[in-house]
């Protein structure tokens, strides 16, 4: 992906940086060095989550807002990496949440939207894998400026919707304090730069909820309790059908899948995975 200019991350991202920094170096560096020469396109570096609560400031990021928390995490990485020769684009996966963290499926509610949580469940289907736009980038046709949108997946593509450099031109000179703003319509003129977006491989799960005696023994593996779970990066292909699992991620909000008009406001849950643990399950049913 293209690298964000650094001069436009907060002092809070800063800080996040150099805490990430800090734990790679003091508590990873060996595990790094031993990847010197790892030639794979991405790899899942797995970060446990007690190893990074000793630190309280990454561990409340982490718990506020997980996505930001990890993505900074993997530009750190990806710098460690460069600097071992691991010629290969990281993704941090942190395993093994502590105890608060665990739910289970049937009290998932909407109100619970964008909260770190893991479940335990039997992989029930995994579908083809699929990638989507996540950052599209664009060309100012006037200028020449180029900018890059985010996108969420499953959402309609978003563009510009003005030139910053271009606005600021037009109005330069002009007295803008009486200009009517509703009689104002500045127009996106923008290109797509079809190479220059970034697309992310993609995977659905779906989930079923399963409880467990201490022993392993599966007592019950529920399809009542269903739920969509999407994996990425490294994880593509990884899990297969069938499996149980512990799957760490973050609670999202998705349209129904079968909305047949643009603006329904219907929504189902699923799961951004950050990270997967195989479960030592005994099913003797
Ligand atoms: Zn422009």
Same mark, same amino acid.
């Given at each position: 992906m293209p690298a964000e200019d650094p001069i436009d991350l907060g002092e809070k991202d800063q800080n996040l940086?150099?805490?990430?920094?800090?734990?790679?170096? #003091?508590?990873?560096?060996?595990?790094?060095k031993d990847l010197e020469g790892l030639e794979m396109?991405?790899?899942?570096?797995?970060?446990?989550?007690?190893?990074?609560?000793?630190?309280?400031?990454?561990?409340?990021?982490?718990h506020l807002n997980p996505a930001r928390t990890l993505s900074m995490g993997d530009k750190v990485l990806k710098e460690q990496f460069d600097q071992n020769g691991v010629l290969t684009r990281p993704v941090v996966?942190?395993?093994?949440?502590?105890? #608060?963290?665990?739910?289970?499926?049937?009290?998932?509610?909407?109100?619970?939207?964008?909260?770190?949580?893991?479940?335990?469940?039997?992989?029930?289907?995994?579908s083809h894998p699929y990638g989507w736009l996540k950052s599209a980038s664009y060309k100012c046709r006037d200028c020449g400026t180029s900018t890059e949108v985010k996108q969420r997946r499953a959402r309609e593509r978003e563009s510009p919707s003005v030139c910053r450099i271009c606005l600021q031109k037009s109005l330069d000179g002009?007295?803008?304090?009486?200009?009517?703003?509703?009689?104002?319509?500045?127009?996106?003129?923008?290109?797509?730069?079809?190479?220059?977006?970034?697309?992310?491989?993609?995977?659905?799960?779906?989930m079923r909820q399963i409880s467990? #005696?201490?022993?392993?023994?599966?007592?019950?593996?529920?399809?009542?309790?269903?739920?969509?779970?999407?994996?990425?990066?490294d994880l593509v292909g990884d899990v297969e059908s069938s499996s149980f699992m512990r799957v760490n991620g973050i609670l999202r909000v998705q349209p129904i899948?079968?909305?047949?008009?643009?603006?329904?406001?219907r929504r189902l849950l699923s799961i951004d995975v950050i990270s997967v643990?195989?479960?030592?399950?005994?099913?003797?049913?």
């Open positions: 940086l150099a805490a990430w920094r800090i734990l790679f170096e #003091n508590e990873y560096s060996a595990e790094i396109n991405v790899f899942g570096f797995e970060v446990q989550h007690d190893v990074m609560a000793k630190d309280k400031f990454l561990k409340t990021e982490f996966r942190v395993v093994n949440l502590s105890e #608060n963290y665990h739910r289970t499926m049937d009290e998932l509610r909407m109100r619970d939207r964008d909260r770190l949580l893991s479940v335990d469940v039997k992989i029930a289907h995994v002009i007295d803008t304090k009486d200009i009517p703003i509703a009689h104002f319509y500045p127009r996106p003129n923008f290109r797509m730069l079809i190479d220059e977006c970034y697309y992310e491989d993609v995977q659905d799960v779906s467990y #005696n201490k022993d392993h023994h599966l007592i019950q593996c529920s399809a009542k309790f269903e739920l969509i779970g999407t994996l990425s990066d899948p079968t909305r047949n008009f643009a603006k329904d406001t643990e195989p479960l030592p399950i005994i099913d003797t049913k």
